[in-house]
C-alpha cells in the first residue's frame, strides 16, 4: 500500500502537470526584442537604396545596368559584415536602351504633346528620322498603301503577328498606347516589351493615353502630323547574376528573404521592384548587426537573403541547381512591391490557397492583426491567395512539377502592398478572414500603383512620398523571422 507521504507528493505533480497543460505556451520571442527590431528599421535607408538602385538603371538581368546594380548590393552587403555570392546564371538575350527621342515636329502646336514616353523593350537602334503619321483603328486597318514609310499609331499594344504585318507593310515606327479609362496611364507611358529578338526591324516607342488619344483625334479631323524620332539601343547576349548573401545559423536547413532585382518592365522601377530589394537588404542589415553584437544569439536556421537577377527566370534556374537539396528550404518570404499602397494603406501576405503556405501565413496574420492601427504600421492587413508571376510561386508544387523536379511541400509566400496599376477584387480564399480586414469577408480588394510598370516609377512618385510602407514590408517579414528562427 502506497504510504501518505507519496500519495500526497503524487497528486502534488499531477497538478503541477496539469497546471502547465492548460497554460499558453511561452512566446517565442519577447515583446522587447520585437520593439528593439522595429526601432532599428532605418526608413532613411530604406529610401537611399531605392534612388541608388534607380540610378543604375533598369537593371534588367544580363545587362550593364543589372551589373551595376549586382555590384551595389554586394557591396553594401559587405558593409554589414556578409561575404556575398554571385551567381552567373545562363546566357540570354538582354536589352538596354542607350537613349532614344519623339517629339512632334508638326503641327507646332502639338510639339509639348508627348511627354513620359518609353521605348519599348527589343526595340532597335534607329538613326533620327522623319515620318508623317497614321491611325491604324483596327488590326483588319492595314492599307500597305496607306502605311508604307509612315509612322504608325495604335490604340493598343501590337502582337507579335500584327506588328510583323505592319512591318511587312513598310511602317517606319510604331506609336502606342493604352486606352483605359481610369487615372492610370492618362499622362505616362505604360511600357511595353517586344519580343526577345536581335532583328526587330522598327522601334515601338509607348506613350500616354492623353497624347494618344489626342493624336487619334487630330488624324481623325484630318490634320496632318509629322514626328521625329531616334534610338540607341544594345541587344546582346548577357548573364543574369543573382546575389546571395547567408545569415548561419546552428541547425540544419534554410529560410530565404528574396526580391527580384530587375525593373521587369525595362522601366525606372522604383516601387518594382528596388523596394522590394531595398526591403531585403534592410532585414538583412538589422539582423546580421543584431547577431554580431550578441543581442540575439545565431538563428536556429540560416537564413539565405536573396536578389534575383532576372525575375522568375534567375529563382527558376536556383530550384533547379538546387533540386536534390530542396527539402532543405524551409520556407520562402520574397518582397515584390512594398512602395506604395492605393487606396486602403494595406499590408498583403499572399498564397493563402496553397496548403503549405498555411502555417507560415498564420504568423504573418497574426502580425498583422497585432500591429494594425498602429502608429507607423498598416491601417489594413490581410493574407490572399495566389496571384501569379512571383518569383515565390517558383518554389510551390506546381511550378516544380512544371520544371520536373521534386514536389516539396516549401512554404512560399510574397509580401506586397500594391500590384497591377488598378485595384482589382479577388475571391478570398474560404476559411480565411483577418480581424485586420475592414472590407468584405468574402473577396480582397488588392491595392495597386498608380504609376505600375510605367515611366513614372521614379522614387519621387513612389517611395519616397510613402516610405512608410517599406518599412511595414521589413517590419512584417523580420518580426515573423524573429519568432520562426529565434525560439
Not at 504633346?113 to 508623317?132: K, T
Not at 496571384?387 to 506546381?398: E, I
Request: glycine share 8%; aromatic share 8%; charged share 20%.
Amino acid at each position: 500500500m502506497m504510504d501518505f507521504n507519496r500519495l500526497i507528493n503524487l497528486i502534488f505533480l499531477l497538478l503541477v502537470r496539469q497546471i502547465f497543460a492548460q497554460s499558453p505556451p511561452a512566446a517565442s520571442i519577447t515583446a522587447q526584442e520585437e520593439k528593439r527590431f522595429i526601432s532599428k528599421v532605418s526608413q532613411v535607408n530604406l529610401r537611399m537604396t531605392v534612388r541608388d538602385i534607380v540610378q543604375c538603371g533598369n537593371r534588367l538581368g544580363g545587362t550593364v545596368s543589372g551589373d551595376k546594380s549586382v555590384k551595389y548590393v554586394v557591396r553594401r552587403l559587405k558593409g554589414y559584415g556578409f561575404d556575398p555570392e554571385i551567381v552567373s546564371e545562363p546566357e540570354q538575350l538582354a536589352f538596354s536602351d542607350v537613349h532614344w527621342n519623339i517629339r512632334i515636329e508638326e503641327p507646332n502646336r502639338l510639339r509639348g504633346l508627348i511627354q513620359h514616353e518609353w521605348l519599348a523593350g527589343y526595340s532597335p537602334s534607329v538613326r533620327e528620322q522623319r515620318s508623317s503619321l497614321i491611325s491604324c483603328l483596327s488590326d483588319t486597318d492595314l492599307d500597305k498603301k496607306k502605311i508604307d514609310g509612315k509612322a504608325v499609331l495604335l490604340d493598343r499594344h501590337p502582337s507579335d503577328q500584327t506588328y510583323k504585318v505592319l512591318v511587312q507593310a513598310g511602317a517606319r515606327c510604331l506609336l502606342t498606347y493604352e486606352p483605359v479609362h481610369s487615372s492610370a496611364y492618362s499622362i505616362y507611358a505604360m511600357i511595353t516589351n517586344l519580343k526577345a529578338s536581335k532583328t526587330n526591324p522598327i522601334p515601338v516607342y509607348d506613350i500616354s493615353t492623353y497624347a494618344g488619344e489626342r493624336l487619334k483625334s487630330e488624324l481623325q479631323k484630318g490634320i496632318p502630323v509629322t514626328i521625329k524620332y531616334s534610338s540607341k539601343c544594345i541587344v546582346a547576349p548577357g548573364h543574369p547574376k543573382t546575389v546571395i548573401a547567408t545569415l548561419h545559423g546552428t541547425g540544419d536547413g534554410y529560410f530565404i528573404v528574396c526580391a527580384h532585382g530587375d525593373s521587369d518592365s525595362g522601366g525606372p522601377g522604383a516601387d518594382d521592384n528596388a523596394s522590394g530589394v531595398s526591403g531585403v537588404m534592410e532585414i538583412a542589415r538589422l539582423l546580421k548587426g543584431l547577431v554580431d553584437d550578441q543581442v540575439l544569439p545565431p538563428p536556429s536556421k540560416s537564413i539565405r537573403f536573396i536578389v534575383w537577377g532576372s525575375e522568375v527566370s534567375s529563382s527558376g534556374y536556383y530550384v533547379r541547381q538546387h533540386a536534390q537539396e530542396l527539402q532543405k528550404i524551409a520556407g520562402v518570404i520574397n518582397l515584390d512591391e512594398i512602395g506604395i499602397a492605393r487606396p486602403r494603406n494595406c499590408i498583403y501576405f499572399e498564397g493563402n490557397d496553397a496548403e503549405q503556405n498555411h502555417d507560415l501565413l498564420k504568423i504573418f496574420e497574426n502580425i498583422g492583426e497585432k500591429y494594425a492601427g498602429q502608429r507607423g504600421f498598416w491601417k489594413e492587413a490581410t493574407t490572399n491567395p495566389l496571384l501569379g508571376g512571383l518569383d515565390s510561386h517558383v518554389f510551390l508544387p506546381k511550378s516544380l512539377e512544371g520544371l520536373g523536379l521534386p514536389s516539396v511541400g516549401i512554404p512560399s509566400i510574397t509580401i506586397f502592398t500594391a500590384a497591377w496599376n488598378e485595384p482589382k477584387t479577388v475571391a478570398q480564399t474560404e476559411g480565411w478572414r483577418s480581424k485586420a480586414w475592414k472590407g468584405k469577408s468574402d473577396s480582397i480588394v488588392i491595392g495597386y500603383s498608380p504609376y505600375y510598370h510605367s515611366a513614372l516609377d521614379l522614387p519621387k512618385m513612389t517611395t519616397d512620398k510613402e516610405p512608410v510602407d517599406m518599412v511595414w514590408g521589413v517590419n512584417a517579414a523580420g518580426l515573423a523571422l524573429l519568432q520562426l528562427m529565434w525560439k
